[in-house]
């Protein structure tokens, strides 16, 4: 690509509505554009930087017997019906009409859509296993859209079903897609990790997530110090461990505590550590409202109480069942005289002496013990992990806890959607069977804008020679000079021959311009042509990940760039 034909609009200033460094340099490289809010463009740059993972993907896939398709971004109302997942999204699935007033939807996801396509056509356990894949734009209406391609409101996703006629089957699809997944994000050249996941869903159910490590993240993945756990934070396993405590039994006391409303407020007021008190917060699963006490020190974890419970909803209970079980206000919740069963996490079986609400304004008790003061009908982990808890798996490491942008996302789904949409095959003795399915996603804007996350500097973009837009700029930095455009020519050329994605920045701009632009937009490699070194018959090749600046014979620049790049794919 010669640059000055080509359309790169980068920006000197870095744009105010942008939060994230991945979205200021996307702007400002000129990749992508606002249309709306959540809603991008993407320009010629970011385009080829989609393309390069999109392509990936589809290698990875097709490789592990995945097929593509592609499937409407319009959705039938009907479909959506079936499932009963019309009636349980709200706004976030943009509902639409045409011209008849028949309702659709616009896909922000293709369960239902491909559901239909195998009921139809597959009928026999003989054309099974079948996992099918595309490659699409999206949109999930967000209430806050956020951080340019990391969370918009219209994504391209790759989104695969698989279809088994068991769970064994169904296991080995969803390990197929797992390989797949790993291999798709070394490609891509970037730090991940592959962490548990909640799956949401009961029963043999199980899910994965693909996190790549950056300080930006918002999830949170723990890992073992010691072994290869991880997880994410919904889902690591704290383990119970006993706790000495020698403390005598005190007597319980009313405390009035005025205006002390958080945990830290009460700890400070009575001049006791936060792990001496307890909280007791009323939850409602499914139709029951139980209580869930956890050590103020700690954080409630609710797909942890959900999955003990077997629900299939939980919720904060709202203020008239708070006041109906404890016949006092919300915010002042405890164990004593509490109208509903009482969970409590583990940590508090090994407490003694311990503050919790009055259930009653402006009152706290203290010295509170379980079995003397009050019944917990079953203790349980319901809570996050912190740094330091004791490995699940090596029993030895601590967990540590680092940030994560989640990439990728694959769940054995079950028959979920098989039994809803009635999606059955045949088996060999001619019965009908539910087909088990799985479904696995991969955010490809959102992969392009982690690899920014982790991979750049003050200057700009630092992308992986796998991602990049071109692999190389060639750069003549005296343009009047005839010798120093031919060289720079030359090499370009070369380069093109040798199938190096190059592209050289004839553009009549200041070196300092070029340079600058390059950083920015981020080439692993830069080849400086200029009347300088070209006098002593040699040119430059800058490495923008480390900044080395190495002096190679013109003749011999294109060779020696590609040796680098296949070092820094390596790297
Ligand atoms: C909706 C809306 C938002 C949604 C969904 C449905 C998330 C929804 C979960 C998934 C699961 C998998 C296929 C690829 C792998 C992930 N947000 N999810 O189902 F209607 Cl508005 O999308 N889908």
Known sequence: MRLSQYYIPTLRETPSDAEVISHKLMLRAGMIKKAAAGIYSYLPLGLRVIKKVENIVRKYMNEAGAIETLMPAVVPAELWKESGRWFVYG????????????????????????????????????????????????????????????RGREFIMKDAYSFDVDNDGAEISYNKMKEAYCKIFEACGLEYRMVDADSGAI????????????????????????????????????????????????????KYTPKQKTVEDVANFLNLPSSKIVKTMILKVDEEIVAVMVRGDHELNLPKVKNFLSGSTIEFAGKDDIEHVSNGPIGYSGPIGLKCKIYADNAIKYLKNYVVGGNEKDLHLLNVNHDRDFKVDEFGDFRNATPGDICPECHKGKFQITKGIEVGHIFKLGTKYSDS???????????????????????????????????????????????????????????????????ADNIYSSLLNKG???????????????????????????????????????????????????KVKAEEACDKASEILEELKIK
């Open 203 to 254: 029963g043999g159910s199980f899910s994965h997530e693909f996190m790549v490590l950056a300080d930006t993240g918002e999830d949170f993945v723990i890992s073992c110090d010691n072994c290869s756990y991880s997880a994410n934070i919904e889902k690591a396993v704290v383990v119970d461990i006993p706790i000495e405590n020698n403390e005598q039994f005190a007597e319980i006391e009313k």
């Open 91 to 150: 706004k976030e699935l943009l509902r639409i009409k045409d011209r008849h007033d028949r309702e659709f939807c616009f896909g922000p996801t293709h369960e239902e859509v491909i559901t239909d396509i195998v009921r139809n056509d597959i009928k026999s356990y003989k054309q099974l296993p079948i996992n099918l894949y595309q490659i699409q734009t999206k949109f999930r209406d967000e209430i806050r859209p956020r951080f340019g391609l990391m």
């Open 500 to 550: 190096v994605d190059a592209c050289i920045d004839d553009r009549n701009e200041r070196a300092g311009v070029k340079f600058n632009d390059a950083d920015l937009i981020g080439y692993p490699l830069r080849i400086n042509v200029g009347k300088k070194t070209l006098a002593e018959g040699c040119v430059e090749i800058y490495i923008r990940k480390t900044g080395e600046l190495i």
């Open 421 to 487: 949409m009635n999606c059955v095959f045949l088996d060999k003795d001619g019965k009908p069977k539910p087909m088990v399915m799985g479904c696995y996603g991969i955010g490809i804007g959102r992969t392009a804008a982690a690899s920014i996350e982790q991979n750049h500097d003050e200057k700009g973009i630092i992308w992986p020679v796998q991602l990049a837009p071109f692999e190389i700029v060639v750069v003549p930095v005296n343009t009047n000079d005839d010798e120093v455009i031919k060289t």
